[in-house]
């Protein structure tokens, strides 16, 4: 099975703006988690998304979104970028009745200017 | 919500020796600790994990332990390799399956 994929790979952006990271999950998984890493801080849970539906929420700001598809792939859209949200964003996908065993992705590598 | 806690950050260690890596973690409710390790530029991989209803487990030169009363669980690697050399992160979630990890741990295994 082709692992976890997410596109783009990397990403430069300016302050105010707003950018959308994409993942696609395992075949067959349809949970799919979102984290933030920074150095220094560790991985840092966004959300995640279940058939459709987000199941759990991190502390961040509004200006992080996100959805799911249902075909199981999931979006994150920040907006109104800020300097401090330059990070990697992996994002992990989980099988149906073992939602603790995340398979990540390469992750998307943002930076913000 | 979960906080959880790791140390050292950074962990130096000569070949061959072993390398202990120590969490804790502040939810009672949690019932799963998983431990990922990441390669430099590369994404996290599941290397071990226990169960709350488990103290021990091992897996060829690694090992975690859980104290659940003391709201602890560390990961041991014996016999350290240079590729051992990674960043290691722990992590604990609840029933619903909502994760927080440590701020990770540089292992560094000199020849």
């Known amino acids: 099975k082709a692992g976890v994929t997410q596109t783009p790979r990397y990403l430069i952006k300016t302050r105010g703006q707003q950018v959308t990271l994409s993942c696609s999950p395992i075949s067959g998984h349809r949970s799919v988690s979102w984290y933030q890493q920074t150095p220094g801080q560790g991985l840092q849970f966004l959300f995640e998304?279940?058939?459709?539906?987000?199941?759990n929420k991190g502390n961040f700001p509004g200006r992080f979104s996100g959805r799911q598809f249902s075909n199981s792939r999931s979006e994150m859209n920040v907006s109104t970028l800020e300097l401090g949200d330059s990070a990697l964003y992996l994002c992990?996908?989980?099988?149906?009745?073992?939602?603790?065993?995340?398979?990540f992705g390469p992750g998307t590598r943002l930076l913000v200017l | 919500g979960e906080n959880v806690e790791q140390h050292p950050s950074t962990l130096s260690v000569q070949e061959g020796d072993s390398a202990v890596i120590k969490c804790t973690y502040s939810?009672?409710?949690?019932?799963?600790f998983p431990w990922y390790k990441q390669e430099l530029g590369k994404r996290p991989q599941l290397i071990i994990d226990i169960r709350s209803n488990v103290g021990e487990k091992k897996d060829q030169r690694i090992a975690v332990t859980l104290n659940k009363t003391a709201k602890h669980f560390s990961l041991h690697i014996t016999e350290t390799q240079p590729e051992d050399s990674a960043v290691y992160f722990c992590?604990?979630?609840?029933?619903?399956?909502?994760?927080?990890f440590g701020a990770g741990t540089q292992v560094v295994v000199t020849p």
């Open positions: 992990a996908s989980s099988p149906v009745g073992k939602k603790e065993t995340q398979y």
């Open positions: 939810d009672s409710a949690s019932n799963y």
């Open positions: 998304y279940f058939s459709e539906t987000q199941r």
């Open positions: 992590a604990a979630t609840d029933s619903w399956g909502k994760f927080q």
